[in-house]
């Protein structure tokens, strides 16, 4: 199956600062891409749909301006949570379509200390 | 009542059973159909993908659709307990609205 990068694997932060999280498809192109947050024993929730040379789209709740999202390329799309407080902390994790599939990246657990 | 129904369990079997996980969905414009196994603190890995109806195998694991009952199936022979994850199953009929089940924690004793 087609390969999903996802860096850092984890992240410790102080409150107040900004982290960026990156999601890279390996050997395909990606002109979609997905962002998602998932708290212990739940499912994924998602978050926003990234799509290369555009704005990203929001889902409802989700604050744009906190989850900055860039896709500048078609293996490439970042998150940054900017001014980061505990209550981000969460396991965040993106995927990237190849066709009808989606293949997911390792996942990000960030913790806001 | 939810798009996609998945009973989160948690399911306990012994090594060497047959294990069935389930999902059943109430819209009927979905297509695509996907199990991925998600171990913890991992990102969901791609088990199976079935298009339409019908069953596919790979392995020791069976994926089967049913579109007429809206009910799709993952079943798993001679469970491992390095099968021990947790199963998500997800439908779409584009790439760009996927919906997940909730998650089915599966443990396998040895």
């Known amino acids: 199956g087609a390969v999903v990068s996802q860096h850092p694997s984890r992240v410790i932060c102080k409150s107040g600062t900004s982290v960026k999280i990156e999601c890279r498809s390996l050997d395909f192109q990606a002109t979609t891409m997905f962002w998602y947050r998932q708290f212990p024993k739940q499912s994924l929730m998602l978050m926003a749909t990234s799509n290369e040379g555009s704005k990203a789209t929001y889902e409802q709740g989700v604050e744009k301006d906190k989850f900055l999202i860039n896709h500048a390329s078609l293996t490439l799309s970042t998150l940054t949570v900017t001014s980061a407080h505990p209550e981000d902390s969460s396991f965040y994790i993106c995927?990237?379509?190849?066709?009808?599939?989606?293949?997911f990246g390792s996942g990000t657990q960030l913790s806001v200390l | 009542q939810k798009e996609v129904e998945q009973d989160p369990g948690p399911l306990s079997v012994p090594e060497g059973a047959i294990v069935s996980l389930n999902c059943t969905y109430s819209n009927s414009a979905f297509q695509y159909f996907m199990w991925y196994r998600q171990y913890s603190r991992k990102g969901p890995e791609l088990l199976m993908y079935t298009y339409s109806s019908g069953n596919k195998e790979d392995g020791r694991f069976t994926a089967q659709v049913d579109k007429s009952s809206k009910y799709i199936s993952l079943f798993i022979r001679d469970s491992q307990p390095s099968d021990s994850a947790t199963y998500l199953c997800a439908m779409s009929y584009n790439n760009n609205d996927m919906r997940f089940g909730a998650g089915t924690r599966l443990t396998v004793k040895p």
């Open positions: 995927s990237a379509a190849q066709g009808e599939k989606l293949f």
